[in-house]
């Protein structure tokens, strides 16, 4: 395990996954499938922050708003700047999770599941609501990394290119 | 910060070492043998270690045991006693006095540095004792299955104080999964090599 490869590497693959999401989701009608058929609405959500620069010289722009049309952060974009914050809204068979995904670490900050029944009524397993908590939280991790996964493919390939070739048509656009 | 409640963050770990069914087997134990003990009538600075999930007072799991299907939930609790800095000054200073006064019947005027060292530890340790310490919480959940653990803060003082607690507690190594950890167990081992070596992409062109 080594951690000073990781501590050098993770920005880098986790800005540029964020940033290609960004792009992938709005191109794709925010729309992914999965490995299983299924498909899953990504949206970029509220607040959003993109980086540049590096040591000393960091420069941020944190956007928010409810409906953010996130023009400030594509100018950002064209600045060189790249998403490293973003909040992410999963839609799957009309449930509903929110996350505000790090790119630097992958941490999950404010994760909310589809609400779920808490309350008791006699003869139910009491581990019942913690075990359907748990399933909600992990569905969340693997969309996260059926989207990561499929962000590795195209990255690690000779596409990347044409990928990136497109996601700068796609910033000029606006 | 419970983890039922409606909301919550998460850091996400994997287990290097392989989960087998003995080990699997000793967790609760070890769980009980490392569990969090109670400073509130000492002097110490800090105390930390497990409790259950459903009830943080309990270091016992009497309330419910820590199994729950292919999961162990259970909270790790850290109390901390923190004397406010303008009290600890104070009462230095009058510790200073005090023996500045003891001095003048011996002649002297001159407290050496190691003596003021001492008299700053004794002020701490007496302060310490009169301060109730600062619990906190923070659940954590193993997915005995994928061999993955969620704990439940982003805060890295604390995810640090919680690797190094569970490397002690089960003797077992956790890998963050961070963007470079998690793409190297996501992607083919043909392509790890190309991950090391990743530089930012140009988006905006050059």
């Known amino acids: 395990m080594d951690l000073i490869k990781a501590a050098l590497q993770a920005p880098v693959v986790g800005q540029d996954f964020l940033t290609w999401l960004w792009f992938r989701s709005e191109k794709n009608g925010w729309n992914f499938t999965l490995k299983d058929g299924g498909e899953l609405n990504v ?79 006699d003869g139910d397993d009491p581990d019942a609501a913690f075990l359907e908590k748990m399933m909600l939280v992990e569905q969340c991790m693997d969309y996260v990394d059926e989207l990561f996964t499929q962000f590795l493919k195209v990255r690690l390939s000779p596409d990347w290119n044409d990928e990136l070739r497109a996601f700068r048509e796609w910033l000029e656009e606006k | ?106 002649g002297k005027t001159f407290i050496t540095k190691d003596r003021k060292q001492e008299l700053k530890d004794q002020v701490a340790l007496k302060l310490r004792a ?40 089960f003797n077992l190594t956790l890998e963050p999964l961070d963007p470079y950890f998690l793409a190297r167990r996501l992607a083919d081992a043909s392509r790890h090599a190309m991950i090391d070596e990743l530089e930012q992409s140009p988006f905006a062109g050059r």
């Open chain 1, 43 to 121: 949206f970029l959500e509220q607040r959003l922050s993109v980086r540049g620069g590096s040591g000393e010289n960091v420069e941020k722009a944190v956007v928010t708003g409810p409906h953010a049309e996130f023009t400030e952060a594509k100018l950002g974009l064209r600045n060189g700047k790249l998403v490293d914050k973003s909040l992410l809204r999963f839609e799957r068979d009309g449930n509903t999770w929110m996350v505000l995904l790090d790119a630097d670490s992958f941490s999950l900050s404010g994760l909310k599941t589809p609400k779920i029944e808490t309350r008791l009524e």
């Open chain 2, 1 to 106: 910060m419970g983890l039922l409640s409606t909301s919550g963050s998460f850091t996400r770990y994997a287990v290097v070492e392989e989960m087998t069914g003995q080990l699997a087997a000793q967790l609760p134990e070890l769980l009980a043998r490392y569990s969090f003990r109670d400073i509130d009538d000492t002097s110490d600075e800090r105390s930390y270690g497990w409790v259950c999930l459903e009830d943080w007072l309990d270091p016992f799991w009497r309330a419910a045991p820590p199994e729950k299907a292919h999961f162990l939930a259970f909270s790790l609790r850290l109390d901390t006693r923190r004397v406010p800095p303008a009290v600890f000054k104070k009462h230095f200073q009058l510790a200073l006095k005090a023996e500045k006064e003891a001095m003048k019947e011996t």
């Open chain 2, 130 to 169: 009169r301060f109730l310490p600062i619990p906190a919480v923070f659940d954590a959940v193993w997915n005995l299955r994928s061999n993955r653990v969620y704990l439940a803060t982003t805060n890295s003082k604390v995810k640090t104080l919680f690797e190094d607690y569970f490397k002690l507690s």
